[in-house]
């Protein structure tokens, strides 16, 4: 079973880009479970490639758009995003797929938005193919993504997390990919353990008092249905789950 990561490290920190609606300090009830299965459709598979962290943006976008705008909300191409955060990582042309940052990923989206989908559905084969976007100019809808970082380690990591989901905001977690991980089997929490494999970025999607449970890349066949459990006491520490961000976008955001 293929299992891929690609996350690299933001060389500078450009990835914040608060845009004024969101507010930490709100009062928000925050129950203690909450169970969000109903609004996965579909589990995607980023196969051998290394664009995890375009996974987990689009997903925490829809995540972010079902909740706030419509259920029908429609998430960003993967392979857009990923080739667009290439070009800002100055990787132009593209030789080979080395992964990308989230910083990156966050400046693809302010820079030219996003395509639907269903405009550019994904394909692997096509990863490292400069696709001619101009093709699809009528299609590109100009979002703005207002990204917000979380605090580093500590409980309150943990809350904040729980807090921005509650919220209706996307969740994005950065990871230290382990050997356990890639092995991972329903119904049991990742420990953390194993060798680090890479850098891998999921979207987090909800979560109860012992878990936060995540949305992975790597197909409906991995873990629970694509699913797999975090455990809180890794979310503290901040060793194994680095940088987690809260994402909002604001449709239709003319730039």
């Known amino acids: ?30 129950p203690a479970s909450l169970d969000r299965r109903d609004l ?24 972010h758009g079902k909740l706030r705008y419509s259920r029908t909300f429609e998430p960003p191409s993967e392979i857009h995003l990923y080739q667009g955060a290439r070009a800002s990582d100055g990787d132009q042309p593209l030789v080979s797929d080395n992964g990308t940052s989230f910083g ?25 193919e400069r ?5 699809f100019a009528s299609g590109i809808d100009q979002h703005s993504i207002s990204t917000h970082p979380i605090a580093t380690t500590g409980k309150q990591r943990c809350v904040e997390i729980v807090s921005s989901l509650v919220r209706g905001c996307g969740v994005y977690l950065a990871l230290q990919a382990t050997q356990s ?3 991972l089997r329903a119904g049991l929490p990742w420990d953390g353990a194993g060798e680090v494999m890479g850098g891998h970025a999921v979207c987090a999607l909800d979560y109860d008092a012992n878990n936060l449970r995540c949305i992975g890349s790597w197909g409906p066949n991995y873990c629970d249905e694509g699913l797999f459990l975090v455990p809180w006491r890794l979310v503290e520490q901040g060793i194994s789950v680095k940088t987690p961000w809260a994402i909002e ?5 003319s730039l």
């Open 249 to 253: 976008c604001a449709p239709n955001y």
């Open 131 to 135: 696709l001619d976007w101009g093709v």
């Open 104 to 128: 990156a990923i966050a400046d693809a989206v302010h820079t030219v938005g996003y395509i639907p989908a269903h405009l550019a559905p994904w394909d692997p084969n096509k990863i490292n």
């Open 40 to 63: 996965i459709d579909d589990i995607r598979d980023q196969a051998w490639t290394s664009a995890c962290a375009a996974f987990a943006l689009s997903r925490a976008i829809e995540l």
């Open 181 to 183: 991980l890639c092995d």
């Open 1 to 30: 079973m293929i299992r891929s990561w690609g996350l690299l490290p933001d060389s500078e920190p450009r990835a914040a880009r608060p845009l004024g609606w969101f507010r930490s300090s709100d009062a928000v009830d925050l």
